[in-house]
T-cell receptor, first 115, second 112 residues
Framework: NAGVMQNPRHLVRRRGQEARLRCSPM?????VYWYRQLPEEGLKFMVY????????ESGMPKERFSAEFPKEGPSILRIQQVVRGDSAAYFC?????????????FGSGTRLTVV | ELKVEQNPLFLSMQEGKNYTIYCNYS?????LYWYRQDPGKSLESLFVLLSNGAVKQEGRLMASLDTKARLSTLHITAAVHDLSATYFC????????????FGEGTQLTVNP
């Protein structure tokens, strides 16, 4: 079991470009969460998805950010027209069931730098 | 809104000593998780606590949950240098929610 796979590990974008972050959950997991971590801070919830559905996007900025988890393929977090303040580590987590009875498994993260 | 507070935020201790990290949360929850993060790395799951009175131990770390007091503790016994890392607690709100709310983290440094 390869665990939660995120790519790329590091991503550099110029201001105004688009960033696409990918997350493949653990095998058998159908619940995916995205979190953002600013330097020296804890993780902040962004969005919770199940296959083809956004369940809770209350932590997503209203503009420029979107997420999807298609029937086939990885979950994608998309940031349009990136700004310097978007620089952070973005972590994806997956769970087996909705209550996280076996915990939430985190990927290695994508570290986004906006220059 | 659920708030999760950890203390201390910074902890420097000597090898061989014992210490406790505290995690308080503001609303009803019966699920709490502890994670370890090394610099530049992802989060490693340490403990999953799913009921009041739950106690789990792994090596030099022991975690407990008191849902009535809305408090979890992470106790470190006879610390060693390899335990140096940042430790986060995370709570799920209520009994049917699913998103994690994290504390600010406790940065632990164990000095030889």
């Amino acid at each position: 079991n390869a665990g939660v796979m995120q790519n790329p590990r590091h991503l550099v974008r110029r201001r105004g470009q688009e960033a696409r972050l990918r997350c493949s959950p653990m095998k058998g997991h159908s619940h995916v969460y995205w979190y953002r971590q600013l330097p020296e801070e804890g993780l902040k919830f962004m969005v919770y998805l199940q296959k083809e559905n956004i369940i809770d996007e209350s932590g997503m900025p209203k503009e420029r950010f979107s997420a999807e988890f298609p029937k086939e393929g990885p979950s994608i977090l998309r940031i349009q027209q990136v700004v310097r303040g978007d620089s952070a580590a973005y972590f994806c987590a997956s769970t087996l069931d909705i209550i996280g009875s076996r915990g939430y498994t985190f990927g290695s993260g994508t570290r986004l730098t906006v220059v | 809104e659920l708030k999760v507070e950890q203390n201390p935020l910074f902890l420097s201790m000597q090898e061989g000593k014992n210490y406790t990290i505290y995690c308080n949360y503001s609303t009803t929850s019966d699920r709490l998780y502890w994670y370890r993060q090394d610099p530049g790395k992802s989060l490693e799951s340490l403990f999953v606590l799913l009921s009041n009175g739950a106690v789990k131990q792994e090596g030099r770390l022991m975690a407990s949950l008191d849902t009535k007091a809305r408090l979890s503790t992470l106790h470190i016994t006879a610390a060693v240098h390899d335990l140096s890392a940042t430790y986060f607690c995370a709570v799920v709100q209520g009994t049917s929610g699913s998103r994690l709310t994290f504390g600010e983290g406790t940065q632990l440094t164990v000095n030889p």
